[in-house]
């Protein structure tokens, strides 16, 4: 072997290591820069008087489906009180990497309830965003109401419409391409979005896109798609704002793998569930852009100190996360 071809050699493999060494510095470096053990804060809320005499009178409650429903996708879950003092809401906000406003059935104008407690975490969390500390929250149907309600400043604009145990298609804008949410879905999972029975729709109030423009919304939230109720009223399905990273959907695709009903016709087949863990990956993924740290009390508020308990023969749950507070 020659010296020069053994220079020639010599140099083409330093540049093949280079390379190598660069790609991987990059990769380091965003590796770095996400937050692989992101935690979430999930939203309690009222008990309603009859599920709460038969379990004992708890205050608030989490469905343990959206506390999976994030598992899945790789955070843990800490549950975030009702009812507490701004402090308490700071400083909860301050260690973990997003909020979840889950669905159910409370009412806004309860003296320290749901809304109440939802006002500060959302107010909290444009601040924290406004100051380039990014920081996602998701609203799933109640929580996709409380969301708009809030950036409404806390205006009442839901339409009475009938959207139960409805399985749709969504019904896409037609830049809905362009939105954070689905911009990177795959082909497959758009397709299954937009022709299969795969959204859970369980609600009586609905959005619309007439009362986002008269509350001022339509700036801030992009519309990406909408769908009708049982009589033909066209409600929004899923939006996002284009200044933070807020997000929220009017079905429930947590339900998809975890809620079990037989009255419900919740899709349980793999192509629904593609789409729950769709959303559930976009979410999290969110948060691990978030580099909030949960420490100092590392795991000792986190959701795994509470026991679920079994109410899928008297609830439309599985299971529940009761707490006193
Ligand atoms: C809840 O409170 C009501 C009214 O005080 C009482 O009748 C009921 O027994 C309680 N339920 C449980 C499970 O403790
Ligand atoms: C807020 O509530 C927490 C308990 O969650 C308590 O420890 C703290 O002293 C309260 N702070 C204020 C300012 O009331
Ligand atoms: C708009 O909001 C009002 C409440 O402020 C409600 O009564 C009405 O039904 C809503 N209309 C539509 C079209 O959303
Ligand atoms: C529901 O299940 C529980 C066991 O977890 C049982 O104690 C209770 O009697 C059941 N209630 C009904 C109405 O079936």
Not at 75 to 86: D, T
Not at 220 to 241: A, C, L, P, Q
Request: contains cysteine; hydrophobic residues 40%.
């Amino acid at each position: 072997m020659s010296a020069s071809c053994a220079d020639t050699m010599a140099r083409a493999l330093c540049a093949v290591l280079l390379v190598c060494v660069a790609a991987a510095s990059a990769a380091t470096l965003h590796a770095r820069a996400l937050n692989n053990r992101p935690v979430i804060g999930v939203l309690s809320q009222e008990v309603s008087p009859t599920v709460a005499g038969i379990y004992g009178n708890h205050s608030s409650y989490i469905a343990a489906s959206y506390v999976k429903f994030l598992e899945g996708a790789g955070a843990r879950v800490v549950p975030i009180m009702i009812a507490q003092n701004s402090s308490y809401y700071k400083d909860v906000v301050s260690r973990i990497n997003g909020v979840l406003f889950p669905g159910g059935a409370t009412y806004f104008d309860n003296q320290q309830g749901y809304a109440d407690a939802g006002a500060i975490l959302f107010s909290l969390a444009e601040q924290l965003n406004a100051r380039g500390d990014y920081f996602p929250l998701w609203g799933t149907c109640l929580g996709f109401e409380l969301i708009t309600y809030l950036a409404a400043g806390r205006r009442e604009h839901r339409a009475w419409c009938d959207s139960e145990n409805e399985m749709l298609p969504l019904d896409f804008k037609p830049d809905f391409a362009e939105s954070r949410l689905f911009k990177s879905a795959s082909k497959e999972v758009i397709k299954i979005l937009s022709t299969e029975n795969v959204t859970p729709n369980f609600h009586h109030w609905c959005i619309t896109e007439k009362n986002m423009t008269k509350f001022g919304l339509s700036e801030d939230w992009r519309v990406m798609s909408t769908n009708k109720d049982s009589d033909g009223f066209e409600f929004v399905s899923t939006i996002e704002s284009r200044s933070r990273p807020f997000y929220a959907t009017m079905f429930h695709p947590e339900k998809i793998g975890y809620e079990w009903k037989e009255k419900h016709r919740t899709p349980h087949d793999a192509h629904a569930v593609l789409t729950m863990q769709y959303f559930a990956d976009f979410f999290v993924n969110e948060a691990r852009k978030s580099s909030h740290k949960f420490s100092p009390n590392g795991e000792i508020e986190l959701i795994y100190q509470y026991q679920p308990t079994y109410t899928g023969n008297r609830t439309i749950y599985q299971q529940l996360y009761f707490f006193n507070y």
